[in-house]
């Protein structure tokens, strides 16, 4: 079986905390991403979006220049290991309702990002159009936040 590791993109950016929301925003920007890890004393502690920015931290009147992507990020957000396979994570990701996942080694650094985009190019196609349709099908994701987010030992 084909591994996330096998798919997953090693070219990402991450940020410390400490970044304003502005320079992630270029960062995102200037790398054409829509999605950044967030690290600290090497370790990841939450994700930041381009909607997070759009809709947490303009719409609550969070300032650019000053506040930071602490203020507006998703603490302990879901990842899957580098030795999961794909098809697990394929089905996890349609279960949680995300399009990219952190991807960790077993002692949990951050080695990578896998993407809907990368599952697509390796799964089947049946079960990539399942992933997507389930994604995009936004009535189970109030429910799973409410739940707490699901269970993290399912994505991981």
Same mark, same amino acid.
């Given at each position: 079986?084909?591994?996330i590791?096998?798919?997953? /993109?090693r070219?990402?950016?991450?940020v410390?905390?400490?970044?304003?929301?502005?320079?992630?925003?270029?960062?995102?920007?200037?790398?054409?991403v829509g999605f950044?890890?967030?690290g600290e004393?090497?370790?990841?502690?939450?994700?930041?979006?381009?909607?997070?920015?759009?809709v947490?931290?303009?719409?609550?009147?969070?300032?650019?220049? /000053?506040?930071?992507?602490?203020?507006v990020?998703?603490?302990?957000?879901?990842?899957c290991?580098?030795d999961?396979?794909?098809?697990e994570?394929?089905?996890?990701? /349609?279960?949680?309702k995300?399009?990219?996942?952190?991807?960790?080694s077993?002692?949990?650094?951050l080695?990578?990002?896998?993407?809907?985009?990368d599952? +697509?190019?390796?799964?089947?196609? +049946?079960?990539?159009?399942?992933?997507?349709?389930?994604?995009?099908?936004?009535?189970?994701?109030?429910?799973?936040?409410?739940?707490?987010?699901?269970?993290?030992a399912?994505?991981a």
């Amino acid at each position: 079986m084909t591994q996330i590791r096998d798919v997953m /993109s090693r070219d990402f950016k991450w940020v410390p905390p400490e970044t304003t929301l502005r320079d992630a925003a270029r960062i995102m920007r200037d790398n054409d991403v829509g999605f950044l890890p967030i690290g600290e004393n090497d370790r990841m502690v939450g994700i930041i979006t381009d909607r997070d920015i759009t809709v947490r931290a303009v719409a609550e009147g969070f300032h650019p220049q /000053s506040d930071t992507v602490r203020s507006v990020m998703t603490p302990g957000p879901f990842y899957c290991y580098e030795d999961q396979n794909v098809a697990e994570i394929c089905d996890n990701m /349609s279960f949680i309702k995300v399009r990219r996942l952190p991807v960790v080694s077993r002692d949990k650094r951050l080695v990578g990002v896998v993407s809907l985009g990368d599952l +697509a190019q390796i799964c089947q196609k +049946a079960q990539t159009g399942d992933a997507l349709r389930q994604i995009t099908n936004h009535g189970q994701a109030s429910q799973i936040k409410a739940e707490g987010k699901a269970d993290q030992a399912k994505a991981a």
